[in-house]
C-alpha cells in the first residue's frame, strides 16, 4: 500500500513541485552558465560526454548548478549513481554505499558514481570513509559544497579529485534562465522586467525561478498585470552569500583593502557595506584598517593611523549599526590618502638582518650610559644631538651593519626624501 501511495506521490511531484524543480536541466545543453569549465572542447564536458567522469567536486555558491551537474552525469553515464546528503549519512551508510559498489564491480564490472551534497558537513570520520573506496577507484565521488574545500576537504580526498569552481551566474545567463521560466508557466513578462528579474537573482538560478514564480502568481491573485512591484515583492530578500569562518570572509576583505590600497573609494565603501550587512565582525574590519594604515599609507599621511584608531575605538564605543558611518568615514579616508609601503619594507628588511645574523649589540656609545654602564666603557664617544647637531649625522647601527639603508622614503604625500 505504501509503494501505491509513493507512486501515487511521485506522479503528483511535477504538478506541484516549485519551479525551480520542473525547470533543472536534463543536458548539457539546457545547462546554462559555467562556460568556463563546460565550454565545447573543454575537459570537464569532455569527460561527462564520454562517460569517463573520475572523482571531482563542484565549489560555489548556491544556484550556480552543482547538484544539477552531478544529475546530468548521472543520466549520461553507464555506472550506477547514488546519492548522499552529507547532513544526514552516517559513515554506516557510506559504507553500505561502497559494499554495493564492490559487489557491482566484482559482479558484472559496473562502476559507480557516488554524489555527497553539501560534503563541507561531513566529518574527518566520514570523509575517511570514504577515502579508501576513492583510493581504490571502487566508487568515483562527485561531491557538491558551498564552502571552499581546501578548509573542509581533507588532503587525502582532495588529492584524489578535481577540483571545479562554478561561478554566479552573470546578469545575461540569469535572462535566459528567467524567459525560460516564464515560458513554463505561461507568464508575460516584459523584457525590462526580465532584467530586473535577473538583477535581483545575485547570480542564482533558482532564486530566479523563484522570483518568477511568485511575481507571477501574486500579479494573477490581484488581477494585475505584472508590474515592478510585484517583482521587487517577491524579491525581498536580497541574495547575500557569506561565510564568515571560510572564503567568502577572507575574498571579502582581500577586496577591500586592496580597494583601500588601490585609492578606489567607491569599491571601498562597497565592499565594507557588503561586509556589515552580510554580519562581519566590524572589529576585525577595524583591525585591518589600522593595519593598512601603516603597511599602505605609513608617514606618506601620518594622520591615516590616527583615523583607523579612531574608528576602531568609535566601534567599541558607540556599536553597529551607527560605527557603520565612522568606519565608511575611514576608509574612504583611506583610500584617498597618499600611499607609500616604506614603513612595511624597513621592518621587513631590518627584520631579515635581526632573522640572518641575530640581534647585533649596539655600538659602545649608545649603551647604558648609567653609573654600571660607564664603568664597562658604555656611552664613551656619544655625541648628544641636541647640543651637539653632529649628533643627527651619526650612523646609529651596529658596527657590523653601518651603510645599511632599511627605511626608502617614498617621496609620496608627506613623505619626503629629506626625511632620511
Given at each position: 500500500m505504501s509503494d501505491l501511495f509513493s507512486d501515487a506521490a511521485k506522479q503528483r511531484l511535477p504538478e506541484i513541485a516549485p519551479l525551480a524543480l520542473r525547470m533543472r536541466p536534463e543536458s548539457l545543453d539546457q545547462f546554462v552558465g559555467q562556460q568556463h569549465v563546460l565550454g565545447k572542447g573543454s575537459a570537464l564536458r569532455l569527460a561527462i560526454e564520454q562517460d569517463r567522469v573520475r572523482s571531482a567536486i563542484f565549489y560555489g555558491p548556491p544556484g550556480t548548478g552543482k547538484t544539477t551537474l552531478a544529475r546530468i552525469v548521472a543520466r549520461v553515464t553507464g555506472a550506477e549513481f547514488e546519492e548522499l546528503s552529507a547532513v544526514s549519512a552516517t559513515v554506516a551508510q557510506v559504507r553500505e554505499v561502497l559494499a554495493r559498489a564492490r559487489e557491482r564491480l566484482g559482479a558484472n564490472g559496473q562502476r559507480t558514481i557516488l554524489f555527497l551534497d553539501e560534503i563541507h558537513r561531513f566529518n574527518k570520520a566520514q570523509q575517511d570513509a570514504l577515502l579508501p573506496g576513492v583510493e581504490e577507484g571502487v566508487i568515483t565521488l562527485i561531491g557538491a559544497t558551498t564552502e571552499n574545500p581546501y578548509f573542509e576537504v581533507n588532503s587525502a580526498l582532495l588529492s584524489r579529485a578535481q577540483v571545479y569552481e562554478l561561478e554566479p551566474l552573470s546578469v545575461d545567463e540569469l535572462k535566459i534562465v528567467a524567459a525560460r521560466g516564464a515560458a513554463e508557466i505561461g507568464a508575460d513578462i516584459p523584457d525590462e522586467l526580465v532584467g530586473l528579474i535577473a538583477l535581483r537573482a545575485g547570480g542564482d538560478a533558482r532564486s530566479v525561478h523563484n522570483i518568477v514564480e511568485l511575481a507571477w502568481q501574486t500579479a494573477r491573485a490581484a488581477g494585475e498585470p505584472l508590474a515592478e512591484t510585484h517583482v521587487e515583492d517577491a524579491a525581498r530578500k536580497r541574495p547575500l552569500v557569506y561565510d564568515k569562518a571560510a572564503d567568502a570572509h577572507y575574498?571579502?576583505?582581500?577586496?577591500?583593502?586592496?580597494?583601500?590600497?588601490?585609492?578606489?573609494?567607491?569599491?571601498?565603501?562597497?565592499?565594507?557595506?557588503a561586509m556589515l550587512e552580510s554580519g562581519e565582525d566590524a572589529r576585525f574590519i577595524a583591525r585591518r584598517m589600522i593595519v593598512l594604515a601603516s603597511e599602505d599609507i605609513g608617514n606618506a599621511d601620518p594622520r591615516a593611523l590616527l583615523v583607523?584608531?579612531?574608528?576602531?575605538?568609535?566601534?567599541?564605543?558607540?556599536?553597529?549599526?551607527?560605527?557603520?558611518?565612522?568606519?565608511?568615514?575611514?576608509?574612504?579616508?583611506?583610500?584617498?590618502?597618499?600611499?607609500?609601503?616604506?614603513?612595511?619594507?624597513?621592518?621587513?628588511?631590518?627584520?631579515?638582518?635581526?632573522?640572518n645574523r641575530g640581534n647585533v649589540r649596539p655600538p659602545k656609545a649608545l649603551r647604558d650610559g648609567s653609573y654600571y654602564g660607564r664603568r664597562l666603557g658604555h656611552g664613551e664617544g656619544y655625541i648628544y644631538p641636541h647640543s651637539d647637531p653632529a649628533g643627527f649625522d651619526v650612523d646609529h647601527l651596529p658596527d657590523e651593519l653601518k651603510g645599511t639603508t632599511y627605511y626608502d622614503p617614498s617621496g609620496s604625500g608627506e613623505e619626503t626624501a629629506e626625511e632620511s
Open positions: 575574498d571579502f576583505i582581500s577586496a577591500f583593502i586592496k580597494s583601500m590600497r588601490g585609492s578606489d573609494p567607491d569599491a571601498s565603501v562597497y565592499y565594507l557595506a583607523a584608531v579612531a574608528a576602531a575605538q568609535a566601534v567599541e564605543h558607540v556599536g553597529l549599526p551607527e560605527a557603520r558611518l565612522n568606519l565608511a568615514q575611514a576608509a574612504i579616508y583611506l583610500a584617498r590618502a597618499p600611499k607609500s609601503n616604506a614603513s612595511y619594507n624597513a621592518i621587513k628588511r631590518a627584520t631579515l638582518d635581526v632573522q
